[in-house]
């Protein structure tokens, strides 16, 4: 059964501390991992998608990062704006649906 | 933003009694779909739509149908509310299977309360 499980669950960081998340995948045959970041109130928003391993992704201050069995969402000096649950789901081959991990709510403290 | 709009954003209803809930897109995507949230579940898929008319069950069906008439619009009906419906409802839009190829992009859901 294809699964997705993320850790932590809840981060609490200072201004500027540099930290990352970890998204642990089990799927027959990736064909996208996802990340999303999900503010209060709102729906996921998408941030990127890895292919293969070894490919990163950058945007801003945040850069994701792919194994052949986790994603790394690494977040370099994070600022109050940052504080949300960010979310990583996998796609497997031939599948019709992601399958999404129970997200780290991320906390910045200024 | 992506163009989705699901309606109602809130709403309040008791047991037993029927539940629509919409979703519509301004992208003209072909494949749509309903996911619910809840704290330790996570997004779990409900339905999704690949065409007019073309629905298919995902992982938490039971209780819930769907009917898609339209290209832009996707209705989950819940045919007699229970409590374990209360959730969080988001439908997503992609232009590919699953969301494989391309992202899903989410509405801002539909807060749903079954007393």
Known sequence: ?110 | DAGITQSPRHKVTETGTPVTLRCHQTENHRYMYWYRQDPGHGLRLIHYSYGVKDTDKGEVSDGYSVSRSKTEDFLLTLESATSSQTSVYFCAISESAGGADSPLHFGNGTRLTVT
């Open chain 1, 1 to 110: 059964e294809d699964q997705v499980t993320q850790s932590p669950e809840a981060l609490r960081l200072q201004e500027g501390e540099s930290s990352s998340l970890n998204c642990s995948y089990t799927v027959s045959g990736l064909r996208g991992l996802f990340w999303y970041r999900q503010d209060p109130g709102k729906g996921p928003e998408f941030l990127f998608t890895l292919y293969s391993a070894g490919e990163e992704k950058e945007k801003e201050r945040l850069k994701a990062t792919l194994t052949k069995k986790e994603s790394f969402l690494h977040i370099t000096a994070p600022k109050p704006e940052d504080s949300a649950t960010y979310l990583c789901a996998a796609g497997s081959q031939g599948a019709q649906k992601l399958v999404f991990g129970q997200g780290t709510r991320l906390t910045i403290n200024p």
